[in-house]
C-alpha cells in the first residue's frame, strides 16, 4: 500500500485516528496530517492521541475503533506485536524518522522512514503531503517542529521561505513543550489549539501563550546548579547529572546544556519516576551516537529500553538495573 492511495481511499465514513509523539515536532507532524485528512476526504480526523514509541495497552485497544490509522514521530514497526494488532481492523500509515528497524512487511500498512539527513517528522509531513494538496497556510506549522526538534541545520532551506524569525517560531515550540511539561494531557488540548489557526499571531493572548512562567523558573534553577550536582568525566567527554523537580523539565534542560554549555561532550540527564529512570541524552558534534550508546546500555536488561536519533535520544531503566546501566555508560564511552 503506498500512501498516495491510503489518501485516495480515505472516505467520510471511515474512522481516522492519528497518533503522534508528544513534543513540538510530534504535534506539529500530527496537525499537518490532520490538515491533509481533512483535504482528502471533507471531513476533520475522529480523534487523536499523543503516544511514545512503545504504546500502552490503553492506546491499542482505544485504536480499535478506527479503521484508518495514522502514526507521525513513532517508530512503531520495532514493535511487531503491536503493529499487527492494529492492521486487523485498520489500514496503518507511519511516517517517523528515528532509528530505522527491520519493516514489517503488511499488505495495509504503509512505512515512510527517513533517518538520515536529520529530517524531522514534521518536515517529513509537509514534503509528503504539500505534493497532494495545498498546504501552504501551514507550512510554518512545520518550522516550529523542525526547529523544536533541533533540526533547523539541514532544513534551512523550508525555514529561509517563511517571513517568521528563528526566534519567533522558537518561542512557539517552546510553548507547545511547556504544554506537556506542566501537565501531559495539555499536549492534546495544543493539537486541538494549533489545528484551528492559520497563523502564528492567532496565538497571541490563548492559553498556551500564558505557560511557562513557573517552567521557566524551574529550568533556570536547574541550569544554575548543575555543576553542582552533575558528574563530570572530562577525559570520557561525559557529563551525568539527575534531577528532581515537580515538572518534566528534563528535554528542555538537556537540550540548553548541551547547546550552550557542552557541545563536544556527551550529554546525559535523568530522573527517577516511580520505579523507572527515565533518561536523555544529547550530542552535539556528532562523535558519539546517542541513540546506539543507550541501546547498548539497556541491551538485556528486562523493563529497559533506549533509542531515538544519533544527536538525541532517550531511554526507560527500571531502577534495579539502573547501577548496571550506568556502569555500562561509563564503560562505552
Known sequence: MKLKDFMNNLKKEDRVAIVYHPDSDGLCAGVISAHAVKLARGKPIDAHRNSFQRMSSKTVKWLRKFNKVIFVDLGIEKNKDQVKDITKHADLVCIDHHKIFPIPKIKNAYFYRKAEPYCPA?????????????????????????????????????????????????????????????????IERAFDLF?????????KNTWISKLGK????????????????????????????????????????????????????TVIVYHLKNSQYLVSARR???KVAVNDLLEKACKGLE?????????????????KYFPVFKKRILELV
Not at 557529563?239 to 546544556?257: D, G, M, Q, T
Open 195 to 203: 489545528l484551528s489557526i492559520n497563523k502564528p499571531s492567532e496565538l
Open 214 to 265: 513557573e517552567i521557566k523558573k524551574e529550568i533556570q534553577h536547574w541550569r544554575n546548579i548543575h555543576k553542582e550536582k552533575a558528574e563530570f568525566y572530562p577525559k570520557k567527554e561525559l557529563v551525568l547529572l539527575e534531577i528532581k523537580s515537580k515538572y518534566r523539565i528534563k528535554s528542555s534542560l538537556i537540550n540548553y546544556l548541551s547547546i550552550n554549555n557542552y557541545p563536544k561532550q
Open 303 to 319: 523493563g529497559c529500553e533506549g533509542g531515538g536519533h544519533a544527536p538525541a535520544a532517550g531511554a526507560k531503566v527500571t531502577k
Open 122 to 186: 514534521s518536515r517529513m509531513t509537509w514534503d509528503l503531503f504539500s505534493k497532494m494538496y495545498n498546504l501552504e497556510k501551514y507550512k510554518w506549522i512545520s518550522a516550529v517542529g523542525i526547529i523544536g526538534d533541533m533540526g533547523e541545520k539541514h532544513n534551512q532551506d523550508l525555514l529561509k521561505e517563511l517571513p517568521y524569525s528563528f526566534e519567533e517560531l522558537f518561542k512557539i515550540s517552546e510553548q507547545i513543550e511547556f504544554s506537556y511539561i506542566s501537565k501531559p494531557c495539555k
Open 284 to 286: 552535539q558534534d556528532g
